[in-house]
């Protein structure tokens, strides 16, 4: 069975600068989620989609940070422009009940 | 609110046993996870629990006092490939939320 997908895997940008992330779920999951995981702390939940629609995006800092799941199934997350804070891993999960992660993207911003 | 509390580093010989405790406080409570997490990889699922008690799972055991909101994971004959960050999560009435993961290491 495949796992949860993620591209770019490593990206690096200047602040400022727009950043999208790709992430594609474990099939059948109906449940995504975006973390961001800070070094040296737990993930944090960003946005989590029921198949197209938002349950709960109460972390997103949404002044800078979009995501969409338009057909149910693959998400992006876009970052416009982007802060020095916001340097992390991006960790993408799918869940029928356990959560299963992708492999993150980790994004570097100088 | 939630909160979530775990040791920030720990340190246990291979072939010992290890006991990593999480205490958490929660609105609603619908499990507790635990998860594994090497440097530089994305957390795996270790184990989940929603009812009282020990479960066991090979050589990692977790349990759940959901009157004291207390958990912990046991590992046991501790192997050099054990050495990763363990994050306790909770589900209560919001999405899963994560604690900032125990870093263990485990030492010859």
């Known amino acids: 069975e495949a796992g949860v997908a993620q591209s770019p895997r490593y990206k690096i940008i200047e602040k400022r600068q727009s950043v999208a992330f790709w992430c594609n779920p474990i099939s059948g999951h109906a449940t995504l989620y975006w973390y961001q995981q800070i070094l040296g702390q737990g993930p944090k939940l960003l946005i989590q989609f029921q198949n197209n629609g938002v349950v709960d995006d109460s972390q997103l800092p949404k002044d800078r940070f979009s995501a969409e799941r338009l057909k149910g199934v693959d998400s992006t997350l876009k970052i416009q422009p982007a802060k020095l804070e916001d340097s992390a891993v991006y960790l993408c999960?799918?869940?029928?009940?356990?959560?299963?992660f992708g492999p993150g993207t980790r994004l570097t911003v100088l | 609110g939630q909160n979530i509390d775990q040791p920030t580093e720990m340190t246990a010989t291979e072939g010992a046993i290890v006991q990593i405790n999480c205490t958490y406080q929660?609105?609603?409570?619908?499990?507790l996870f635990w998860y594994q997490q090497h440097a530089g990889e994305a957390p795996t699922f270790l184990s989940y629990?929603?009812?009282?008690g020990l479960e066991e799972k090979g050589r990692f055991s977790s349990f759940l006092s959901r009157s004291k909101g207390y958990s912990y994971l046991l590992l046991k004959e501790l192997q050099m490939k054990d050495s990763a960050s363990y994050l306790c999560a909770v589900r209560g009435n919001t999405p899963l939320v994560f604690g900032k993961g125990t870093r263990l290491s485990v030492i010859a």
């Open positions: 999960a799918s869940s029928l009940n356990e959560q299963f």
């Open positions: 629990n929603v009812l009282d």
């Open positions: 929660t609105s609603g409570f619908n499990g």
